[in-house]
């Protein structure tokens, strides 16, 4: 089976990218895909060289794993599911997952 792999990036690693990838996660599964989804919280430095398919961060971090990966989301309110889910969906559709 093949696997997407996701990770969330904050300045630690430990809390905000936590509850991002929890959300990032749960909004995920809502699409049902035929692969199996791995969704991983990282800090800013442990974060870069890391393979995957996609990266969801806040603003202040955005430039500088821009230059690490292709696929660079930036999320305004990680509490945001309708937020999260048109991020997770406009992702999906570029991939031609959808």
Not at 17 to 44: A, W
């Amino acid at each position: 089976m093949k696997t997407f792999k996701v990770i969330t990036v904050c300045g630690a690693g430990v809390g905000t990218s936590t509850l991002l990838r929890m959300n990032i996660d749960k909004t995920f599964q809502k699409f049902h895909l035929p692969m199996q989804v791995v969704v991983e919280n990282k800090g800013l430095s442990m974060s870069k060289g890391l393979m995957c398919d996609a990266v969801f961060t806040f603003e202040p971090f955005a430039d500088e794993l821009r230059s690490c990966y292709e696929e660079v989301i930036v999320i305004n309110n990680l509490m945001n599911m309708n937020e999260l889910e048109e991020k997770v969906r406009a992702l999906l559709e570029r991939k031609n997952l959808l």
